[in-house]
């Protein structure tokens, strides 16, 4: 009776809010970035998504892709399409353009960070959105959950119809270890690397502090395991017994692998790229980049895209956890 009351009330068929996946969709959404001074231009593999408190994005360029970057004017319209039809839009304004010098070779990165003040989208019929947007203002908020008041939400589903990897991260001092789950993270190019953490959680204090981290990514098999370290962004560190640890190591930092690893970059921190709402961005370099297998890694999407893909009947391979 319940399911039914969620299908036929809010359009929910999957209780999972965040849906994970065995593999990605052979048919995702497109992005694009629209603006008055640059035209329009594909952001498919360049585009980073590192908050949801405010949300944000980032573009990493080099070249004449560089200078369109730089010419980004203040008012930025990102396109999530489907074809030719643009499913949702994300108003942006930009908040940073920076020059970085290569990792290991001459030139420079430039990278824009974005962020998105107004979303709307066409990924549930009208009355599901109505519905859902009173459930979410009568939803009890968790125990370490931030709220996302207003439209806010709508932008974090919107943000969540490309696919982002669920990575776990391992850190040390010598002789403890933490072990937690991120999504909030990628390369711009160049030989760099950019995580965004909640600068009030212990896990940030602990990477800046350790400077060198272990980024593992896992099987969809162990989607479970990936989402249960999640909690640890708010703990201490504690003993390596404490962890579904493996006896590997990393290459380089010689971390300890978790289980259900597949691929491990290791990253050396370089700084801070500043604080953005509940946000902290940490700039590293890679230290190294060892690729263990070619099959499918750990992802995840929001439900309302999930729900879209199976209402119109397009495939989606679910991992339950």
């Known amino acids: 009776m319940k399911a039914l009351a ?10 999972q809010e965040y849906v994970c996946l065995g593999e990605n969709p052979s048919d995702p959404l497109h992005v694009f970035i629209r603006c008055k001074n640059n035209g329009r231009f594909a952001a498919d593999d360049s585009c980073l998504f590192l908050g949801y408190k405010p949300v944000l994005f980032m573009l990493g360029a080099t070249g004449a892709g560089a200078q ?8 930025i319209v990102m396109e999530f399409c489907s074809g030719e039809k643009v499913l949702a839009v994300l108003q942006l304004r930009r908040l940073l353009i920076q020059q ?12 824009a960070l974005l962020e998105s003040t107004h979303g709307h989208h066409r990924l549930e019929p009208g009355f599901f959105r109505f519905t859902n947007s009173i459930r979410q203002l009568l939803k009890r908020n968790n125990s370490g959950n931030l709220r996302l008041p207003g439209n806010l ?15 776990l991260l391992t850190i040390s001092d010598g002789t403890l270890f933490n072990l937690f789950s991120a999504d909030l993270n990628g390369s711009p190019g160049q030989g760099y690397y950019v995580i965004s953490l909640r600068h009030e959680g212990e896990a940030c ?27 640890n962004h708010m703990k201490p560190l504690r003993d390596f017994r404490d962890f579904p640890f493996t006896e590997n190591r990393s290459p380089v930092f010689g971390l300890p692998e978790p289980q259900g690893a597949v ?15 509940v946000h902290r961005l940490l700039l590293f370099r890679i230290a190294g980049d060892e690729k263990s297998a070619s099959s499918p890694v750990l992802h995840h999407v929001h439900r309302v895209y999930a729900e879209w893909r199976k209402r119109k009947g397009l495939p989606l391979l679910v991992v339950m956890r």
């Open 6 to 15: 969620r299908k036929w009330l809010f359009g929910i068929t999957f209780l």
């Open 68 to 75: 369109r970057l730089d010419n980004l004017s203040e008012e």
């Open 100 to 111: 970085l010098p290569a990792q290991g070779s001459s030139g420079t990165l430039t990278i």
């Open 205 to 231: 204090r602990q990477v800046e502090q350790s400077g060198k981290i272990a980024y593992w990514e896992m099987t969809p098999a162990a989607a479970a395991l990936a989402y249960a370290q999640g909690k």
């Open 263 to 277: 691929n491990c970059r290791e990253l050396e921190l370089l700084g801070s790229l500043g604080d953005y709402g």
């Open 153 to 167: 939400y709508e932008q974090v589903k919107i943000a969540y119809t490309i696919p982002r990897k669920v990575s």
